[in-house]
């Protein structure tokens, strides 16, 4: 079965940062992308941001373009978000989520396949 593990989520003060993690499991294709998706009570789940799996490619949200950088280990089949410079307003449950049957990035939330568990992150004041 295919399997999204995300990870690494905390509650940390405005300006430190963050590694999220997206594990990626039992895929049988590598082509494939990897997006990010943050939600809080009330708003629509954002897309953040999204990298190819083999090509690389990376997309931003503006409101993180800057401080959050996309890579891949391809042979631990793991995505990492990383986030720098947190701002209250970056708090909110993060989830990865795979596209696979049409491997490109969108920040559509619907338009993905498969889905991490979500992992908190919370910056404070």
């Known amino acids: 079965q295919l399997k999204l593990v995300d990870s690494g989520g905390g509650l940390v003060q405005a300006g430190e940062s963050l590694r999220l993690s997206c594990a990626a499991s039992?895929?049988?294709?590598?082509?494939?992308?990897i997006g990010w998706f943050r939600q809080v009570p009330g708003k629509e789940r954002e897309g953040v941001s999204c990298?190819?799996?083999?090509?690389?490619?990376?997309f931003y949200t503006d409101s993180v373009k800057g401080r959050f950088t996309l890579s891949r280990d391809n042979a631990k089949n793991t995505v990492y978000l990383q986030m720098n410079s947190l701002k209250p307003e970056d708090t909110a449950v993060y989830y990865c989520?795979?596209?696979?049957?049409?491997?490109?990035?969108?920040?559509?939330?619907?338009?993905?396949?498969?889905w991490g568990q979500g992992t908190q992150v919370t910056v404070s004041s």
């Open positions: 989520a795979a596209r696979v049957a049409y491997p490109y990035c969108s920040g559509n939330f619907f338009e993905y396949d498969y």
């Open positions: 039992g895929f049988t294709s590598d082509n494939y992308v």
């Open positions: 990298i190819s799996r083999n090509h690389g490619s990376t």
